[in-house]
């Protein structure tokens, strides 16, 4: 009972919102919010850990927040599991130079990390949403980057509050991973996508990129980023570049 009545407070939050306090201009206020459940193995939660790692200190990253009206974006990092673990593991942080992106890739790589049961994607993305409301940043662009390999098996479905999200400007980005392995005695899920597609990603230009396995991660999130970044067009779905 109080993991639901502490849910509903979340999303009661959510769903009435909350007036920037700041006003730091950035071209992209982004959360990362990263699936940290059972499903995930050591060595794929290393694999996911690094993969953001290297993507945000990559030069072609780095090119496109320069790029940018302001040269600079804010970046919240995010973990979660069920509706019970949802953790902001590096609160808000601007990245206007590769130094920057270096120390907030170095304090990640210093963080703890948990593994935690369940998957609660509508949960997480609640979570992230309230980020942008203690946020001393103002933004163009909201944007949340959810990756798990899991659907929905705890706490409100991902599209209810996904499309409360959307309904705030808040544009919300898949990277489903894709598993060909039994977990938990369940078999793989072959159309996480399609989940991801149809209940996750939503608002304009949103979009996913799908990784096939764990060891694609990297290349997936580094593709991610550049595109998230840039604001650049392309489809709904596609695979690492």
């Not at 944007?143 to 098996?153: A, K, L, M, P």
């Not at 369940?186 to 096939?212: C, H, N, Q, W």
């Amino acid at each position: 009972m109080r993991r639901r009545s502490a849910l509903v407070g979340s999303l009661a939050a959510l769903a009435a919102g909350t007036p920037a306090r700041a006003q730091t201009p950035v071209d992209l206020q982004l959360v990362l919010a990263v699936d940290v459940s059972r499903s995930i193995d050591e060595v794929e939660a290393e694999l996911q850990r690094r993969g953001y790692i290297e993507a945000l200190t990559n030069d072609r990253v780095i090119d496109a927040i320069l790029s940018g009206e302001h040269k600079r974006i804010a970046v919240c990092y995010t973990e979660w599991a069920g509706t019970h673990y949802q953790v902001v593991v590096l609160d808000w942080t601007v990245i206007d130079t590769p130094g920057a992106a270096r120390r907030f890739a170095e304090k990640l790589a210093e963080a703890p990390r948990a593994s935690q049961s369940w998957t609660a994607v509508g949960a997480a993305l609640a979570h992230a949403g309230q980020r942008f409301e203690n946020s001393p940043f103002v933004a163009k662009r909201r944007v949340i980057d959810v990756s798990g390999d899991g659907r929905t098996n705890d706490g409100p479905p991902a599209e209810i509050v996904r499309d409360k999200l959307v309904s705030q400007g808040i544009v919300v980005n898949g990277l489903p991973v894709m598993m060909n392995r039994t977990n938990f005695g369940r078999p793989p899920d072959l159309t996480l996508d399609k989940y991801y597609e149809e209940s996750v990603i939503g608002g304009p230009g949103s979009f996913m990129i799908v990784a096939d396995n764990f060891d694609h991660f990297g290349r997936a999130v580094r593709t991610k980023l550049v595109r998230e970044i840039s604001a650049a067009d392309g489809p709904i779905r596609s695979s690492p570049a």
